[in-house]
């Protein structure tokens, strides 16, 4: 019996509620689905987490899949849907984080602000932090200067992680806003 075949009857088998079929098929397809997901993902130990989870969400809908099909494209359709499931639940990157900033602070400066600009830019900048309060201010330094992850942060300060990513864009909003409005009352282009 060829391995397609073969592989046919453990799915017949396993619809039918056969445990050692499925695990079979888990057996024989467990690499293919666990590459897919490693190759889109940057934590080996997430993808082996959803790899998991694909065979249990296959066990569930197996007796919607038609065993004459083959088996391999239809687990790694299963992979891709939680894969873009898991990528909206858990952001690798959150918005906001130092790497971006720095980039986009850096296109606005180059694009929008000439070097004879840059002295206003740094003063407001200045003027906007000092009028912070200190537990913000000292925030956006413990982020931005020292460099400290968010992850750090919210271990340290004992906070949820998403509840501190939503304070620094906040702050951050608050600062541009402000040094919007100063640069507009000394009519430097923003």
């Known amino acids: ?12 088998a396993a619809q039918k509620g ?3 079929a499925f695990a079979a098929l888990v057996e024989r397809h ?11 993902m940057h934590d080996s130990h997430e993808a082996e987490d959803l790899a998991q989870d694909v065979f249990v969400t296959a066990f569930r809908k197996l007796d919607e899949f038609d065993a004459k099909r083959p088996l391999a494209p239809w ?4 992979a891709l ?8 639940k858990f952001r690798a990157q959150p918005i906001g984080g130092s ?21 206003q830019l740094h003063a407001a900048l200045r ?12 925030l ?8 400290e992850s968010v992850r750090e942060l919210a271990d340290q300060l004992q906070r949820g992680y998403s509840a501190l990513t939503m304070q620094l864009h906040r702050i951050r909003e608050v600062l541009a806003g402000c040094i919007g409005r100063k640069l507009e009352k000394s009519e430097v282009p923003i």
């Open 75 to 78: 687990l790694r359709s299963i």
């Open 1 to 12: 019996m060829n391995a397609d075949a073969e592989e046919k009857q453990w799915v017949r």
């Open 127 to 138: 003027d906007c932090l000092e009028q912070m309060d200190g537990p913000a201010r000292d």
């Open 30 to 40: 467990h690499r293919g689905v666990r590459a897919c997901l490693v190759a889109r």
């Open 99 to 119: 790497t971006e900033l720095a980039i986009l602070l850096d296109q606005q400066i180059t694009t929008e602000c000439s070097p004879a600009h840059e002295p």
């Open 140 to 147: 956006l330094h413990r982020r931005y200067g020292d460099e």
């Open 81 to 88: 849907n939680l894969l873009r499931n898991h990528w909206r």
């Open 18 to 20: 056969d445990a050692d």
